[in-house]
Structure formats: structure tokens, C-alpha cells
């Protein structure tokens, strides 16, 4: 699809005062139906034609723009149409240099060494991670890391600039590769923290020494995020032994420890004894109406599918009664199974109603907002400011501003932290599987994924979840899957600095 050359120019060539010159209440309302219609991917609005046949430029291309994102998930024909603001333009911070050369020394145990006494600690827990079992034999690396894991903190407070639990964390599963008997002493105090990121990391060293007693100990965590690390280590070393703790998990509050729990009991001989809890955990997570719960959703409904009998007919019948299309159409196929063919009534899926976000039609007509990022003292301070990009996602961004004037992003942290990628974070879980509880839409438009670009985290096509990432480094190959919604104009050393799990204590809104 391309834009008539007309309508082309007049929005790339208009004067800026012309541009942006106040709609008629007529005009506000269609762009508001045009972007409705997209949102809910209505192809039968009339919006759409309406807006087509408009004499406003604006409005034509809204409309067109709208109408080709609703037919096409991919939206291929994105470059047909205007991006007439260039995103800022970002150097690299000198350690990143150093970060990007470590793993042509995987094995070159006096420069990994090297690398622990970096100013830069990015630099040094890349070392860490990258340290092969060969290094085992190098005394004073090994000694470095003992140090590093036998010095834990009491809590997660952290300078600018510093680290707290990190250094810690990185060491007990390094040593767990490099020195499993100093790995061995030091674990059960790092199993036993304040810290849930520690007991985490824990939970992954376990993983590596084999340590079931420590894993079936930490699938009982209290946080969710240590529960999953510890039901996908123990599945790994223990297999079906540990199934017990697997069901348990199925009552877990957090949708990962749920996920990891049924993915874990794949193939489980017990599958008898896990159909009830199945059946139960499924039930419960539809009463949470969450559209972002549908990975854990999913994976259960899986061994549902693979553990239930006709005896379960009913109770499987039952839950084809939901708002998510996805998880509604595997119960019928598993009823359908059951039943050898047999009708049985189902209600179907009723989808939750999508409304259009407060300031969606002001952003696409250009209004600017600018966003404040805070982090919390406790984890170095600083801010950044984040410019929405209205003009190439106007509903997105405006549903990221309504989370952020309702405070939603407060307290919230970064809970993954890859310094040659991106950060991501404000997700309620500190997971990747917990998100805001209703999908936000694709806007796949014409800003590509470069450095200090903030993109929409998803799980699959029109699966947003809330979680922003930043772009630490040019990622053009995130361009055909997701969202740009804004960029980062200011604080951009800020960013570079974040550590995993790192706290917003605020996002304002500037305006």
C-alpha cells in the first residue's frame, strides 16, 4: 500500500503551525473511531472509509495507516508511510567496548581475571557469566569469586555507579561451574537471603551442582520469580521426582511459577494426580481476568490436555467458557477429544472489551509528552526522560501514559538487564510473564529499534504487557515484531547505568 503522492507531501511539507492546527469536534471524533476500529482490528468499521474519503491529510492517512495494521499483523507496507521525526542519535559508553570483546577470551583465564578488576562492572559480571569450567585452576580468579559470593549483602541498597547483590549472585553460579566444593559451602547462606534476586541466582547454582535438596527447598520460596528458577532446575536434575513439588506450585500467585510448574510435569507418570490441581489452577487464573496470564494459561491447559480422561469431560467442558479465544479453543478441542465427537454445549469465548485510552486522538495529532523516569535512591538515583512517539503509536503511547498518571509503574523494577541489549522492566511480577493484565496492540510503524528507542515487551503478536524495553544498542532486527512508543532525549548515561533489579520509585508526566 502506498500513500497518494498528494497526501504524502502534505504531511511531510506542511508548515509545523498548519500541522498541528486544532481539529473540529467532527474531526476528533472520526480520528478517535479510526484508532478505536485499529485497536479492536475491526476491519467492518466504517471509520475506516470514512477517514479515507476525508479533504484533511491527517485524517487520510490515520485512516489508511490504521487500516493496513488492522488487515496485516506484520504491517508490511509501514514504509510507505511518513516518520518525519529521526529518533536521537547515541554514542556508546567506552566500557561497552570492552563488554562486547570478553567472549573472544571464554578460555582465557588471565583475562577474564583481568576483566573482575574492570571500573565498570557490567564489564565485570560478563566476566563472571563467561568464565569456562577450565578456569577452575586459576587461584586468583576462583579467589576473587569466593570473596565476591561469601561478602553478600543484607539488602539490595546500591550506590550510583556501585552494585549490591549482584556480584554475589554472578559468583555462586560461576563457582558453582569453576569449584563446585567452595560453590557447596557457600550456597545454603545465599539460599537462605533477604534478597529474592539472590535466592534466585541460588536457585540456578543449585541447578548446576545438582543440589535437589536445595531446589525442592526453594520451590516453596515466597516469591514467585525463585519458585520458577528452582521447579525449571529441579525438573532438569530430578525429572518426574519431583513432581510433588511441581503440583504444589500449580497454587503459586505468580503466573511463572504456574507456567514452569505444568511445562515441568510434561510426560509426569502421575498425570492422574495432577489433573484436579490442573483443573483448579486453570480455574483460578481465569477468575484473575488477566489477558497477560495466557503463557501460564496455555502451558496448563497442555497438560490438561495430555493427563485428562473422559471422566474430566465435564469440569474440561466448563472452562471453554472464557475471555481469551486462545485458551477457550484449546478446552473445546480437548472436550471434543474427550467426547469422541459428541456436541457439547459451549459458550465460547467473550473476549474483554477494548476502549480507547484518554489522549490517544491529542498524541496522533502530535501532541507532545514527555515522561520523567525516577529510580529510587536506594538504587543509585538518577532519571531519564522519555518522549513518546504519538505520532506512530498514538494508542499505545496513550496507554502508557494513562499507566503512568495512575502511578502503576511506582515501585516497580528492571527486572532483566542485558548491557549490550536492552533493559526491561515495570512488569508487576519482575517477570517477563507477568504484565499488565490487559493486552496492549501492536503499532509496528516506521522508527526503528536503535539506540535509546523504548519498545513495547510482548509474547507474541498484540500481546503488549506494559513492560518497557530500551534499546542500550541498535536492534534493527526487533523492527518487524515490536512496538516502538517512545525514546529516550534525555539521561541516556542514566540508563546505561541500570542494574537488574534496579527500583522505579516514579514516572511523571511533563507534558
Not at 465460547?348 to 509528552?369: N, Q, S, Y
Request: proline fraction near 6%; glycine fraction near 8%.
Amino acid at each position: 500500500m502506498r500513500l497518494p503522492l498528494a497526501v504524502f507531501c502534505a504531511l511531510v511539507l506542511v508548515e509545523p503551525a498548519a500541522a498541528q492546527r486544532a481539529p473540529s469536534r467532527a474531526d476528533s471524533a472520526l480520528i478517535g473511531r479510526i484508532l478505536l476500529a485499529e485497536d479492536r482490528r475491526d476491519l467492518a468499521s466504517p471509520a475506516f472509509r470514512e477517514g479515507e474519503g476525508s479533504t484533511d491529510p491527517r485524517i487520510q492517512m490515520l485512516a489508511a495507516r490504521a487500516k493496513a495494521r488492522a488487515q496485516d499483523p506484520k504491517f508490511a507496507a509501514r514504509d510507505s508511510f511518513p516518520s518525519p521525526i529521526a529518533p536521537p542519535e547515541y554514542n556508546d559508553p567506552a566500557w561497552r567496548l570492552r563488554y562486547r570483546a570478553l567472549p573472544t577470551h571464554r578460555t582465557d583465564c588471565e583475562t577474564l581475571n583481568s576483566a573482575l578488576a574492570d571500573s565498570n562492572w557490567a564489564v565485570r559480571l560478563r566476566a563472571v557469566d563467561l568464565a569456562d569450567p577450565t578456569c577452575g585452576g586459576n587461584s586468583a580468579l576462583v579467589a576473587t569469586l569466593r570473596g565476591w559470593a561469601a561478602n553478600a549483602p543484607p539488602n539490595a541498597v546500591r550506590t550510583r555507579n556501585g552494585v549490591s547483590w549482584h556480584p554475589a549472585a554472578h559468583a555462586i553460579v560461576a563457582l558453582a561451574r569453576l569449584s563446585p566444593e567452595d560453590a557447596k559451602t557457600l550456597l545454603p547462606r545465599l539460599a537462605g537471603s533477604r534478597i529474592p534476586w539472590l535466592r534466585t541466582y541460588a536457585a540456578a547454582a543449585a541447578r548446576e551442582l545438582n543440589d535437589t535438596s536445595s531446589l525442592r527447598r526453594l520451590t516453596r520460596d515466597r516469591d514467585p520469580n525463585v519458585q520458577e528458577a528452582a521447579i525449571d532446575g529441579l525438573s532438569k536434575v530430578a525429572g518426574h521426582a519431583g513432581d510433588q513439588q511441581f503440583i504444589g506450585a500449580l497454587t503459586s500467585k505468580g503466573y511463572q511459577a504456574v507456567r514452569a510448574a505444568a511445562r515441568a510435569l510434561k510426560g509426569s507418570p502421575g498425570g492422574s494426580e495432577a489433573i484436579g490441581p490442573l483443573i483448579a489452577a486453570e480455574r483460578r487464573l481465569r477468575r484473575d481476568s488477566s489477558e497477560t496470564s495466557r503463557d501460564a494459561r496455555v502451558a496448563v491447559m497442555e497438560r490438561i490436555g495430555e493427563f485428562a480422561t473422559r471422566a474430566n469431560v465435564t469440569e474440561v467442558a466448563g472452562l471453554s467458557n472464557d475471555f481469551d479465544c486462545e485458551v477457550e479453543g484449546a478446552a473445546a478441542a480437548i472436550s471434543r477429544r474427550l467426547t469422541a465427537g459428541i456436541t457439547l454445549q459451549s459458550a465460547g469465548c467473550t473476549p474483554l472489551a477494548i476502549k480507547l485510552p484518554p489522549d490517544a486522538v491529542a498524541l496522533a495529532l502530535g501532541r507532545v509528552v514527555r515522561l520523567r523516569v525516577t529510580l529510587a535512591d536506594s538504587s543509585g538515583g538518577g532519571s531519564f526522560t522519555v518522549r513518546l512517539r504519538g505520532d506512530v503509536a498514538p494508542i499505545m503511547a496513550a496507554r502508557i501514559l494513562a499507566l503512568a498518571r495512575s502511578g502503576y509503574y511506582n515501585g516497580l523494577v528492571w527486572q532483566r538487564v542485558e548491557p549490550d541489549f536492552v533493559i526491561q522492566g515495570g512488569g508487576l511480577g519482575a517477570n517477563e510473564y507477568v504484565g499488565n493484565p490487559r493486552f496492549i496492540r501492536d503499532e509496528l510503524g516506521t522508527v526503528p529499534h536503535v539506540r535509546g528507542t523504548v519498545g513495547m515487551s510482548t509474547r507474541g503478536h498484540d500481546t503488549g504487557d506494559g513492560q518497557w524495553f530500551v534499546n542500550l544498542r541498535d536492534n534493527l532486527r526487533l523492527n518487524a515484531d515490536y512496538t516502538v512508543f517512545g525514546e529516550i532525549v534525555d539521561g541516556i548515561d542514566v540508563v546505561d547505568g541500570v542494574q537488574q533489579g534496579d527500583v522505579i520509585a516514579r514516572i511523571d508526566v511533563m507534558g
